[in-house]
């Protein structure tokens, strides 16, 4: 049950991070006088917490017994948001826009995760602590 815990929170963090990326986009449109990485880098960073502390509080009000437990558990969830990173990506992208994405697109959005998804989770657990 833990696995699963861990493979479903992950496939929900990683969609927050497509989700965030493309809102972090659409702010960074809005603002078009600034750099673009200076505007979606934070922006996707601060969408992609939120959504995922909304995703975390929603799991433990309607499914408890699907709600992430233990420390380890956090630890599995975010490799599991990696492993979840080229399936969804490139499903995602190629339902929307029609072709195969390029290695380096879903090599860019692992490095976002790597720093923003520990940031998430260890939101995610100090929220768990109160």
Partial sequence: MS?????????????????????????????????????????????????????????????????????????RTYIAALIWNPLLFSGIHFITQGYRTEPGNIFALAWFQIPVNFIALQAALYTARK
């Fill in 3 to 75: 696995t699963l815990r861990a493979l479903l929170h992950g496939f929900a963090l990683t969609l927050a991070d497509i989700f965030a990326v493309v809102g972090g986009f659409a702010v960074w449109h809005s603002l078009r006088d600034l750099p673009q990485r200076a505007v979606q880098i934070p922006a996707s960073a601060l969408l992609t917490v939120a959504v995922f502390l909304l995703w975390i509080r929603l799991a433990r009000l309607m499914l408890p017994a699907w709600a992430l437990r233990e420390r380890p558990e956090y630890a």
